[in-house]
Structure formats: C-alpha cells, structure tokens
T-cell receptor, first 113, second 112 residues
Framework: NAGVTQTPKFRILKIGQSMTLQCTQD?????MYWYRQDPGMGLKLIYY???????DKGEVPNGYNVSRSTTEDFPLRLELAAPSQTSVYFC????????????FGPGTRLTVT | AQSVTQPDIHITVSEGASLELRCNYS??????LFWYVQSPGQGLQLLLK??????LVQGIKGFEAEFKRSQSSFNLRKPSVHWSDAAEYFC??????????FGAGTILRVKS
C-alpha cells in the first residue's frame, strides 16, 4: 500500500511550457485534491474531485486544469507556465464519509523561470 | 468566509520545554478541526482531529489539542518537546462538507 504518490519530485519549466503533475492513490479513495503551498501562505486548494468524472474548482484554479478518468489518478495540468506558478504542489485523497481527514503525497517542487 | 489564523509564524523552544501553538478559526457551524505536521521536504501528516464530544483530543507523537468554542480556538500542546518535533505545523478547518481551509503555518524550532 503506497498511499498517495506524486511524480515528478522536482521540475524546472521555462515560461510558456506545459506539463502534467501526476498523482495516484491506491486506497480506493473517492475524494482527491490538489493544493499549492507557498511560503507563509499555507496550502491553497486548486481543484478537487469527488469521484471519477467529477471535478470542481477550489480557491486558486486559474492556470490549471484537471481530469479524473479513474478512481486512482488525478493529474494536474499546467498550460503556459508562468513564474507565479512556482510552488510546491501537494496531492491528497480521502475516503467518502471519512469526515474530511486527508492523506497527502510527498509533493512536487516546481520552478518556472 | 471561513478562515484559520495561526498568529505565530515562528516559535523557538528549548528541548524538554512545553509547547503551545495557537490556532483561531472563523466558521459559522460546529467546526471539524485538524492539526497537521510537515517535516522538511515531506508531505503533511495528520496529528489529531476534533469533530465533536470531548474538547481535549489526543493525537500522535504525544500531542494534544483543546477546542474552545467561546474563543474559536484549537491550540496544540505538548508537555515536553523533542528535537525531532522541529517542523512546520498547520491548523485546518473543514468546510462545505468536503474541503479543508488551512492556516499559514507555524514553524517550530527546537533548541538543544
């Protein structure tokens, strides 16, 4: 049981490039989340999903897209990367009815230059 | 709007001393409250949670937190800090039945 895994661990992008951050969980959790963490700002919710085929915006969705074709995977797509997207990105998941307790992946550190 | 405030950005304590990290929340209904810890370069790990009932909750690693509705607070405590407790600590409140709102975090440094 690997929990929540994220790839890559680190990535440097040039302005205007695109990339997909991968997130996979093997706990059969319905709910999955993407956050970004900036120094002194805590975690901000980008997108979340309540099940395969269902996604919704969080607090800071601009510049990102998501899809959820399977229960296990919840990739985050960055189109036209900008320096403001330099951050650490965390994926999390939880069970339905688990009263909001979320399990986090190890994070992806992204730098856009 | 729901929010979480952690007034202390950094706290330094000596090893063996007691610790209290402050957390205040703004939420209209009965809150679901959480404390998470993040070690350097790692993801977040749940320390403890409060949903209802006893207002003093016990967590992992010897941590506890007390929910005080009158003060809208959920402070984290530990009677004796170990060097391995150095990390960043986040308080969070559950909102809309399926999301968490996090505070900005408190960085704990432990002096030997």
């Amino acid at each position: 049981n690997a929990g929540v895994t994220q790839t890559p661990k680190f990535r440097i992008l040039k302005i205007g490039q695109s990339m997909t951050l991968q997130c996979t969980q093997d706990m059969n959790h319905n709910y999955m989340y993407w956050y970004r963490q900036d120094p002194g700002m805590g975690l901000k919710l980008i997108y979340y999903s309540v099940g395969a085929g269902i996604t919704d915006k969080g607090e800071v969705p601009n510049g990102y897209n998501v899809s959820r074709s399977t229960t296990e995977d919840f990739p985050l797509r960055l189109e036209l990367a900008a320096p403001s997207q330099t951050s650490v990105y965390f994926c999390a998941s939880r069970r339905t009815g688990d009263l909001l307790e979320q399990y986090f992946g190890p994070g992806t550190r992204l730098t856009v230059t | 709007a729901q929010s979480v405030t952690q007034p202390d950005i950094h706290i330094t304590v000596s090893e063996g001393a007691s610790l209290e990290l402050r957390c205040n929340y703004s939420y209209g209904a009965t809150p679901y409250l959480f404390w998470y810890v993040q070690s350097p370069g790692q993801g977040l790990q749940l320390l403890l949670k409060y949903f209802s009932g006893d207002t003093l909750v016990q967590g992992i690693k010897g941590f506890e937190a007390e929910f005080k509705r009158s003060q809208s607070s959920f402070n984290l405590r530990k009677p004796s800090v170990h060097w391995s407790d150095a990390a960043e600590y986040f308080c969070a409140v559950g909102v809309d039945g399926n999301k968490l709102v996090f505070g900005a975090g408190t960085i704990l440094r432990v002096k030997s």
